[in-house]
Structures are given as structure tokens and as C-alpha cells.
């Protein structure tokens, strides 16, 4: 299936407290130039998400956008200073020894004990990065599907309108092929028309005629470049049933079709080859443009 280099994929699930929205999109580009974004404390899941866009993707510039938000306490831990917990009361009682009863009632609250400097440390809990790590790939491949599905129908369509100009191309081919042949019994009678106007009453050599229009006919020949050129062709449309990245070997080919369609065009002076030369110019330049979108 022929896939294009532009798309856009979108994938947001919650998992083990975390609610994560990755989005997947790309432009055309030579190669594969993968580019990750994500939160800073998730930084260490990069290289991962790279290799699994790698596995899915061969050409294009593609984006990964990564949004991660903490729905959970779990991950949140509280921890007590228990030994400056001890030096604050032991601290408080010798604060009451010395100021009597009368100036420190009673020993202060827990939850005065709590405001105290550092007795509470509120820390973010261990993570589990293999676990993170998985999750994140987990939303990217969802993601991924999303975009592969959307370069698919964009590609079919790329496909389809390849394969009309790819018929178009066949039926210029054709003409061309019809009127070659002509162009040189044209030639034979022109030439003949010219020497009998210049020799008048002396005899016209039918011999150097047809050695005349046999040189011709060698120069203007364009069978080779036509039975290439149908080559291309048929193999241009197998590669549009590939299941594999084409678009290289695509562009490849476009080249040499436009060579032939060169070499067809210096070797004819036909007025009518040279405007079916001209369109069929014109058809290669619109597939060529359509295959730089093609991965």
C-alpha cells in the first residue's frame, strides 16, 4: 500500500495514574528525520519512541508531540524526620524545664509539631522508568496507527491519480509510435518533391532517395525510447501495489521516464510528435511532483 509522507495521528489514554496525549504528524523530507518532544522528567523514553516510529516509518519528517499529566497521589510520598521530630520535642520539654510551667503550658500539638522546619518532607515517589517507558510507547503506537491509517488514504489517492496519468502517458506513447513512421514516408516524398524541382528533365537517382530517407528514418527512430518508456510504466504501476517504501525507487524512475521523453524530443522536428512530446512532458512533471509526497 503506498503511503504518503504527510499525516497527522492523535492517541490519549490514562495509564498507572497518568493521563498521556501523544500526537504524531510529518511533512515530506528525503530521509527519516525523527524528532521527539517530551516533558523533561520523561526525557529517558526518548531513544524508545524513536526506534518504535523508526520500525513504522522510512521517509518523512515526522514530529512526536508528548504531554503527560499526574492524575494520582500515589506518586506523591510524605516522609517524617523522625530524628529531628525527637530533637524539636526533646527541645520543646527542656524550653518548658526552663521557662516553668507558667510559660509553656503543655507541649505543642502534632500538627504544630508538623509546621515545624522540615519535619515533613513531601517527595515524588520512586518511579518504575521500564513501566514508563512502556506506557509511553503504548500511546505512541496507538498514535502511530492513527497516522498510518490517514498516510494510507492519502497515499491511495496519490496512487489512483498516478495511475490515470500513467494511462495518459501510454496513450501519448502511442501516437508518437503511429506517426514516426510517417513522419519518414513524408520525408521520402518532400525530398522527392525538391530534387524534382531543382533536376526537372534530368532523372532523379531513386536510389540516393531512399539511401536519403533511410538516414533519416535513423535518426528520427524513436522505437527504443518507446519500448522503454512502456517498461517504465509497467513498473511504475507494480510499485504502486508495493507493500514496502517505494518512493525512492518512484523518483528514480520518473527520471528516466523524462530522459526518454528528452531524446524523443531532439531526434523528432514533427510538429505533431513535438506537441504530444510536450503533453507527455507535462504528465511526467505532475507524477513526479505527486511521488515527492509518496514514502
Given amino acids: 500500500m503506498i503511503k504518503s509522507m504527510t499525516g497527522y495521528g492523535r492517541a490519549r489514554m490514562t495509564l498507572h495514574g497518568r493521563d498521556i496525549t501523544v500526537e504524531v504528524r510529518s511533512v515530506n523530507n528525503r530521509y527519516l528525520d525523527c524528532a521527539v518532544k517530551l516533558p523533561r522528567a520523561y526525557i529517558f523514553a526518548e531513544e524508545a519512541m524513536k526506534g518504535l516510529v523508526q520500525k513504522r516509518v522510512s521517509r518523512g519528517k515526522v514530529d512526536v508531540l508528548v ?16 530524628t529531628l521530630a525527637k530533637s524539636y ?38 518511579e518504575d522508568l521500564e513501566t514508563v517507558s512502556a506506557d509511553l510507547c503504548e500511546v505512541l503506537e496507538e498514535a502511530l496507527n492513527a497516522y498510518s491509517a490517514m498516510r494510507e488514504a492519502e497515499g491511495g489517492k496519490l496512487a489512483e491519480d498516478i495511475r490515470r496519468r500513467l494511462d495518459a502517458i501510454e496513450a501519448l ?16 516524398e ?23 530517407a533511410a538516414i533519416f528514418a535513423d535518426k528520427v527512430a524513436v522505437d527504443e ?32 521516464l523524462n530522459r526518454e521523453a528528452n531524446t524523443i524530443g531532439s531526434k523528432c522536428s514533427d510538429l505533431q510528435i513535438a506537441r504530444d512530446v510536450v503533453d ?4 511526467i512533471e505532475k507524477i513526479r511532483e505527486q511521488v515527492q509526497n509518496i514514502e
Wanted: hydrophobic share 40%; charged share 30%.
Fill in 225 to 256: 525510447e518507446t519500448v522503454r518508456l512502456r517498461s517504465h510504466v509497467g513498473q511504475l504501476r507494480e510499485m504502486l501495489q508495493s507493500e514496502v517504501s517505494v518512493g525512492r525507487k518512484l523518483d528514480f524512475l520518473i527520471q528516466e
Fill in 89 to 126: 520535642i526533646d527541645a520543646l520539654r527542656h524550653l518548658r524545664q526552663l521557662g516553668g510551667y507558667g510559660m509553656v503550658k503543655e507541649l505543642c500539638y502534632v500538627t504544630d509539631l508538623a509546621r515545624l522546619p522540615d519535619v515533613l518532607t513531601v517527595t515524588k515517589g520512586e
Fill in 280 to 283: 507527455l512532458k507535462a504528465e
Fill in 190 to 212: 518532400k525530398l522527392l518533391s525538391r530534387m524534382r524541382e531543382v533536376l526537372q528533365s534530368t532523372s532523379i537517382d531513386e536510389a540516393r532517395i531512399l539511401t536519403e
Fill in 173 to 188: 506513447t502511442q501516437l508518437v509510435e503511429a506517426r514516426s513512421p510517417q513522419t519518414v514516408a513524408e520525408y521520402r
Fill in 67 to 82: 504531554t503527560v499529566a499526574s492524575l494520582g497521589a500515589e506518586e506523591t510520598v510524605v516522609a517524617v524526620n523522625e
